[in-house]
């Protein structure tokens, strides 16, 4: 089973799925690592660790692209991709999805800001009519090539217009043939719980869970209890921020002590990461292409 098949089985369980954001190959090596069993290419967190940007719309459709690629060639677990607003217009979001999914995208999401688009936990979002994005999901579901592609539709109409206004849209985007459906900013677990009473009978749910920004993050348990089936902690609560709180104590002590020898005992031995990187494997397979020789003819 591929990995697009383990998300959509995974999907129709009882079981939340827990994808926290990445932005390279080692932190997805990392997040497979741990067991998790999906992971979220974030548009967040790309902008944020690669970058060193604000999620505000700064990173482009092929910047994504190449990183999708990265991580696929690196890990086996299902990628959720940001596919943001489409980077442009139905037509663009044509070629993201051909692009993304050829990479290696086993789910994508669109969202309906406009462009350029915010954090979802930023002030001062705006919104595309519900007509435009219709077209949009239209568009995406209509350039996959397999059908097994999971198509997201993301609103920020809470933030902007409203809880009852977001559930006008959703009822349009789950019309179109969404196959999975993403409130963003419900702010307490009652909106959650509307949210879950109106729709996870007939569509999975995914919810973003961010420790600060503009609201308070809920349990994991929580949010599996009341129905949700996938949640992304992205580059909000995730391991962008465990990284440069990690890096910030790593430099501030080579700066002042000269040596790292005080983290030796918060830090990988050489050996480890040699470990994660495979790097034996890769010796013995170089080695073994090295001294192979051709197979003999058998008309000779």
């Given at each position: 089973?591929n ?16 994808a ?66 489409g980077f ?19 789910a ?32 995406a579901?209509?350039s ?14 809470i ?8 559930i ?52 994991v ?31 501030k ?10 983290l ?29 020789t ?7």
């Open positions: 089973m990995a697009r098949q383990d998300l959509r089985r995974a999907l129709q369980g009882d079981r939340i799925i827990v926290p954001g990445v932005w390279d190959g080692m932190s997805a090596l990392l997040v497979q690592e741990a067991g998790h069993a999906a992971c979220c290419v974030s548009g967040s967190a790309i902008a944020n660790m690669r970058f060193g940007r604000p999620d505000i719309g700064l990173v482009s459709m092929s910047e994504v692209a190449e990183t999708v690629a990265v991580i696929r060639d690196r890990v086996r677990i299902p990628l959720v991709v940001d596919g943001d607003t442009g217009t139905a037509i663009n979001v044509l070629r993201t999805v051909q692009v993304f999914e050829r990479n290696g995208a086993d994508i999401l669109f969202e309906d800001q406009t462009t350029p688009k915010r954090c979802g936990h930023l002030a001062g979002k705006s919104l595309i009519p519900p007509t435009e994005m219709v077209g949009k999901l239209k568009a579901l209509d996959r090539q397999d059908a097994g592609l999971v198509i997201i539709a993301r609103s920020d109409a933030a902007v217009e409203g809880l009852e206004a977001a006008e849209r959703a009822e349009r985007y789950i019309e179109t043939g969404a196959d999975m459906l993403f409130l963003e900013g419900p702010r307490t677990i009652a909106d959650l719980q509307k949210i879950a009473s109106r729709f996870r009978e007939r569509i999975p749910l995914m919810i973003a869970m961010t420790a600060g920004g503009d609201r308070n993050p809920i349990p348990p929580e949010l599996e209890r009341i129905g949700y089936r996938l949640v992304v902690f992205g580059g909000g609560n995730g391991l962008p921020r465990a990284v440069i709180h990690a890096a910030r104590r790593y430099l002590a080579l700066a002042a002590e000269g040596t790292t020898q005080s030796q005992d918060s830090m990988l031995s050489f050996d480890e990461l040699q470990a994660l990187l495979e790097t034996n494997r890769m010796f013995d397979l170089g080695d073994q292409y090295s001294g192979a051709p197979a003999p003819d058998p008309q000779e």
